[in-house]
């Protein structure tokens, strides 16, 4: 079983960024960030394939975020520039064990990190 350790959450002002790093402990393909706020569904924010190639994002972060991945370091990273208030949830990290391609349905992945939380202010 691979774990995955989010971290570099916090709170910031709207305007600000942040960059979220995801630890995995062992070899995941497909990875993706997923964010949940109080109550809403957890919704995909941005995913990429294994080796790091093929990304995709929800609308409405992109231009502002980027997602990408060090393979030797077993790491993802999102990189999260002009962070609106809107973008204050809980983010999660996920992998699949068997896939290289991209989903956005988190029913699809294999492997959760515990969440870091993102808090937006203005």
């Known amino acids: 079983q691979v774990q995955l350790m989010e971290s570099g959450g916090g709170s910031v002002q709207a305007g600000d960024s942040l960059r979220l790093s995801c630890a995995a402990s062992?070899?995941?393909?497909?990875m993706a960030w997923f964010r949940q706020a109080p109550g809403k569904e957890r919704e995909f924010v941005a995913g990429?394939?294994?080796?790091?190639?093929?990304?995709a994002y929800l609308y409405s972060v992109k231009g502002r975020f980027a997602i990408s991945r060090d393979n030797a370091k077993k790491t993802m990273y999102l990189q999260m520039n002009d962070l609106k208030l809107e973008d204050t949830a809980v983010y999660y990290c996920?992998?699949?064990?068997?896939?290289?391609?991209?989903?956005?349905?988190?029913?699809?992945?294999?492997?959760w990190g515990q969440g870091t939380q993102v808090t937006v202010s203005s």
């Open positions: 990429i394939g294994w080796p790091g190639a093929t990304t």
């Open positions: 996920a992998g699949r064990s068997k896939v290289y391609s991209i989903s956005e349905r988190p029913l699809d992945f294999d492997y």
């Open positions: 062992g070899r995941t393909l497909a």
